[in-house]
Nanobody, 115 residues
Framework: QVQLAESGGGLVQPGGSLRLSCAAS????????MGWYRRVPNKQRELVAR???????DYADSVKGRFTISIDNAKKTVSLQMNSLKAEGTAVYYC?????????WGQGTQVTVSS
């Protein structure tokens, strides 16, 4: 079994920054992709950013230029640096990992952007 532990959520003012981190642990062979998704009430979960083990990245259009995803393969962690946060960034953010071709999710961490 694989566990994903998220950290770094919280309350931030518009224009501020937060950094989310997610560490994978458990029975891990190979991590192929790690990423972050988010969900707001009454909407489907959406991709924020993801990164392959080789460093290839994919971002939602709404966060390009403001968010940066990075991966540490040795530590089995993925981080999301979020800058210039907007009120519409308020959501529960979920870590996702494709480990040995199986998909895993974290519990989620709340990010609230408000003055």
């Amino acid at each position: 079994q694989v566990q994903l532990a998220e950290s770094g959520g919280g309350l931030v003012q518009p224009g501020g920054s937060l950094r989310l981190s997610c560490a994978a642990s458990g029975s891990i062979g190979s991590i192929y992709v790690m990423g972050w998704y988010r969900r707001v009430p009454n909407k489907q979960r959406e991709l924020v950013a993801r990164i392959t083990r080789n460093g290839v990245t994919d971002y939602a259009d709404s966060v390009k230029g403001r968010f940066t995803i990075s991966i540490d393969n040795a530590k089995k962690t993925v981080s999301l640096q979020m800058n210039s946060l907007k009120a519409e960034g308020t959501a529960v953010y979920y870590c996702n990992a494709n480990v040995d071709l199986q998909n895993y999710w974290g519990q989620g961490t709340q990010v609230t952007v408000s003055s």
